[in-house]
């Protein structure tokens, strides 16, 4: 038990768990089909597309996307109820350990390469863009850009989503012929956005996550209020700010420590050197490795 205690604490095996979680159906690969069992009516909690073959469930941000154009209704009590659940429960604890995305980027960032660091001037207006993709491409265009019969767009998922493009496009065009007939100009577009994100993510920490995600945006909202959350120690502190040196999130830890950028990913309660920041759940930042049998 004490074992499986230490894998369940670990961050890396979550995200693991979690991307595994959402994602059983690998027979689908080789055959270029989508899952269509009963749960894809529930929503997973992080970014992970309704169309890849191997997705157990619905992304929430599609499945909002696909009832606010859908003609038939005009809110889906369930899908913004559970997104809103998973706010108030975990904030963006979800991105830091539950999206299979978030996980695609943290790989993608260890790649030896040389970082680059975003001045300020130009991380933070940028980490507003993600809140209007939520407001325009998610919720305002699917329910004003109408056609004829009422049926708008999930606009994010068709033009931006690169989630979208790596889990479902490519694996469903590589298994269908006639998929790969009718892709054009706007699969190529999605293409082009996918390897922006994958090169960025490779000298950039979650540049997705930071600016774009309207699901991280969602989560972000409740941060501040979420039954999750992480306290620092006032006394125990010493302002020596290694907490903020070590936050690939680029959050002022001492100032704002349950700030909407925070992913809780755990780094700045690892770096701490008087073990002064705490939360409410104890899971860990360290890699994930198997344990050791007990000596």
């Not at 859908?70 to 963006?92: E, N, P, Q, W």
């Not at 007939?181 to 390897?195: E, N, P, Q, R, T």
Request: aromatic letters at 12%; glycine letters at 8%; hydrophobic letters at 45%.
């Amino acid at each position: 038990m004490k074992r499986l205690w230490q894998l369940i604490q670990n961050r890396r095996f979550v995200q693991v768990l979690a991307t595994v979680f959402s994602n059983p159906f690998l027979q689908n690969f080789p055959k270029g089909r989508i899952h269509q069992g009963g749960s894809k009516s529930f929503c997973v909690p992080g970014l992970n597309c309704y169309s890849c073959p191997a997705a157990a469930g619905s992304c929430p941000i599609g499945a909002l996307q696909s009832v606010l154009a859908d003609r038939k209704f005009s809110f889906s009590y369930y899908v913004a109820g559970i997104m809103i659940l998973f706010g108030v429960l975990f904030g963006r604890l979800i991105c830091g350990f539950l999206c299979p995305f978030g996980f695609f980027q943290d790989l993608l960032y260890k790649i030896p390469t040389p970082k680059l660091h975003i001045a300020e001037k130009v991380d933070r207006p940028l980490r507003y863009l993600k809140y209007l993709i939520l407001a325009v491409f998610v919720i305002l265009l699917p329910l004003l850009l109408t056609d004829a019969f009422g049926s708008g767009t999930p606009y994010f998922c068709k033009w931006i989503c690169p989630a979208g493009t790596l889990e479902g496009g490519i694996p469903l065009l590589l298994e269908n012929e006639s998929l790969r007939a009718m892709a054009g100009v706007l699969f190529d577009w999605k293409v082009l956005l996918l390897l922006v994100t994958v090169i960025g993510s490779v000298f950039v920490y979650r540049p997705f996550c930071k600016y774009i995600c309207p699901l991280g945006a969602f989560y972000a909202l409740f941060n501040k209020i979420s039954f999750y959350r992480l306290k620092i120690d006032d006394v125990r502190c010493t302002g020596c700010k290694t907490c903020e040196k070590q936050c690939k999130m680029n959050v002022a830890v001492t100032k704002n420590i349950n700030s909407a950028e925070c992913i809780r990913c755990g780094d700045c309660i690892t770096a701490c050197p008087e073990k002064a920041i705490t939360s409410n759940l104890p899971l860990k930042k360290e890699e994930f490795t198997v344990p050791l049998a007990e000596e």
